[in-house]
């Protein structure tokens, strides 16, 4: 996945048929599991406060306030936050210090603050934006049934695309061997390229494979029509500390807690110091060399016993008795990959059971702790180097000793 990290109005363009196109793709990056960014770049009025802070970020939320500002400046015909003076300017974004136009309806006034909520771990997120009674208010219905199913369209070679892939000098047996294995390069860019552009020329959005869902969408903004719902109040006072959940609409609320069925990493509920405390006593006590990479992120080592190793000797770290101080990363809906309980899909950080020159038996993997949005914190083991199973088995271990299974 990506992170744009500099969208305006300036990158945003349309084609003929008045398809929004994302452009300029120059400051994005790569999102990759358990890893954070902390390059401060983007245009200074669009780039949220925790960019231009040169803290730690995933990366969709920082998406999600230049959005926010794209908006406001849709509606409002001007930018939230304006200043000739670069360091007034980030003082107010870092504020969270706009105004809100009275003109703009009750949606606008609820959704917008939503999106530029100084703190990143209650901004609102872009599924729940989708689920918003503003957004989903008059929605054509081709933006509201989701497109059909790429995944399963990858599993079906098209013969017509495939001929016109090969006349452009690309081997027809490695491009359906790269199709069928899930191969990215250039030869199936171009194959996934021309298949999707067939397929908005000849259906567009309205083809018969979207089936409506048989919850039709029912006067989303009556939200915000006469007597207000709970959550929902008359007139809106923008502070940048408003908790997003405190006016959070109660079907909104509950369908995205219902959709939570897959728990990421081990969420726990004590102190950063005690589960930091605890975790290096199991480190110890399993014989796993660990080094501090960060305030709450170690990178570890474990060699399988019974077996001889080059590097056995490695030191291992006493528990500190302070606590590891310092800023909490934050976990966020950028983590794609998930397990039902304790070990994250980190497996999924290198495929490779071995890299060259590492023995078999000895395992490399991280250690983070998160900090979630419902006051909990969430511990990820991610493997680097080292067998699956063997990690696997570790994790299984480790869960153990901290008393988990």
């Known amino acids: 996945m990506v992170v744009h990290r500099d969208l ?33 770049c983007g245009s200074p009025n669009y780039a949220a406060p925790e960019v231009i802070s040169g803290k730690l970020y995933a990366g969709p939320e920082v998406d999600v306030w230049s959005c926010g500002v794209i908006l406001y400046a849709l509606l409002c015909g001007s930018l939230p936050f304006d200043d000739e003076n670069i360091p007034n300017l980030f003082k107010k974004i870092k504020g969270g210090i706009y105004t809100l136009p009275s003109h703009l309806s009750p949606g606008a006034r609820d959704l917008i603050p939503r999106m ?62 790269s199709l069928l294995n899930r191969v990215q390069n250039k030869a199936t860019v171009a194959y996934y390229l021309m298949l999707d552009n067939r397929r908005r020329l000849s259906n ?34 923008h502070m940048s500390s408003m908790d997003r959940r405190s006016a959070s ?67 291992n770290h006493s528990l500190p008795d302070s606590p590891m101080a310092g800023s909490m990363p ?22 490779r059971d071995n890299e060259s020159g590492v023995e078999s038996n000895v395992l490399k993997f991280e250690l983070q702790l998160f900090k979630l949005r419902e006051e909990k914190y969430l511990l990820d083991l991610q493997r680097v180097v080292g067998p699956t199973y063997l990690f696997l088995d570790l994790c299984a271990a480790f869960l153990a000793e901290l008393r988990v299974l």
């Not at 349309?14 to 960014?37: E, P, T, W, Y």
């Not at 969408?217 to 709970?230: C, E």
């Not at 934050?330 to 495929?351: F, I, L, M, Y």
């Open 116 to 177: 530029l909520l100084v703190d990143p771990m209650k901004r609102v997120t872009i599924p729940e934006i989708r689920q918003h009674p503003w957004f989903l208010n008059h929605l054509p219905r081709y933006l509201a049934v989701p497109p059909p199913d790429t995944t399963q369209q990858a599993k079906r070679i098209d013969e017509e695309i495939l001929e016109r892939v090969v006349a452009l000098n690309f081997d027809r047996d490695l491009l359906i061997d």
């Open 204 to 237: 567009g959005y309205l083809c018969s494979e979207f089936n409506e869902g048989k919850e039709h969408l029912m006067s989303p903004m009556d939200a915000f029509n006469g007597t207000p719902r709970s959550g929902y109040p008359r007139t809106l006072t």
């Open 330 to 351: 934050r976990a966020s809906s950028c983590r794609w990959s998930s397990e039902q309980h304790g070990v994250s899909g980190s497996v999924a950080a290198g495929n």
């Open 249 to 315: 609409p109660s079907g909104l609320q509950h369908r995205v807690v219902a959709e939570r069925k897959w728990v990421l990493g081990l969420q726990l509920r004590s102190h950063p110091k005690e589960i930091m405390n605890d975790v290096l006593k199991t480190l110890r006590d399993l014989g796993i060399n660990w080094k501090k990479t960060g305030a709450y992120n170690l990178k570890c080592r474990w060699v399988a016993p019974g077996q001889n190793s080059n590097d056995t000797t490695a030191e």
């Open 8 to 40: 305006k109005p300036e990158n945003l363009l349309l084609d003929s048929k008045s398809n929004v196109k994302i452009a300029d793709f120059g400051l994005s990056n790569v999102m990759r599991d358990g890893h954070f960014l902390k390059t401060s």
